[in-house]
């Protein structure tokens, strides 16, 4: 698979005081691979205590939970934004039985990164559980396009991490997709793949700060 995201050390040394806490989604949010009951997910952007479910809707709905965060949910995507401090979007991708497999989290960068002839606007998370195939890497695929493929970074007792900075073109076809499914390889049982619905990304994205 030819690695269609942008890699870019720079942003990964820029990013990893906010490593562990990505990594600990992995195992609030119920994530599994495996053929166990679905669990309830639930979504922690690292800013507070987890927020409801989110919903698939039109309208967009608005609540502040225990910590302070003012978290908005739209279409299938929840921004969590802390008091003083930068937003996230992030979704539960879950596979064909409802059973939760990753989160998929969206931040921007505070400044543009220049790295191999492309800008990195925003940073891509995908936090899996452990027991995932680490050589294999991760495949974003959006609609019916070609795999983009990229490399797991550090794994720690809460799961593992994919950090992918990413530039302008990528976010413009998430905002024009219509769903995205994302593959990892896991140890017992093969290939899984995530759903990701991209109702509400555009919204979401747009009011990242």
Wanted: charged fraction near 15%; glycine fraction near 10%.
């Amino acid at each position: 698979m030819n690695s269609k995201f942008l890699t870019c050390a720079s942003a990964l040394v820029l990013l990893s005081t906010a490593l562990y806490s990505a990594t600990s989604f992995a195992q609030s949010s119920g994530l599994k691979l495996g053929g166990d009951e679905p669990a309830t997910p639930k979504i922690d952007l690292g800013a507070a205590p987890a927020a409801p479910k989110p919903q698939a809707q039109a309208t967009p709905s608005s609540a502040t939970n225990a910590g302070g965060a003012n978290v908005v949910t739209n279409g299938a995507w929840q921004v969590s934004c802390a008091a003083g401090a930068d937003c996230a979007m992030a979704q539960i991708g879950k596979d064909t039985t409802g059973t939760p497999i990753l989160e998929m989290v969206v931040r921007k960068l505070e400044a543009p990164l220049e790295a191999e002839g492309r800008t990195a606007i925003a940073v891509v998370d995908f936090i899996t559980p452990l027991g995932v195939v680490l050589t294999s890497g991760l495949e974003l695929k959006i609609d019916n396009g070609n795999g983009e493929a990229a490399p797991f970074q550090i794994c720690t007792e809460q799961g593992c991490l994919v950090r992918e900075p990413v530039d302008q073109g990528l976010i413009d076809r998430l905002k024009k997709g219509n769903g995205a499914s994302v593959s990892v390889v896991a140890a017992n049982q093969g290939e899984v793949t995530a759903i990701i619905s991209l109702s509400g990304f555009t919204k979401s994205y747009n009011s990242l700060r």
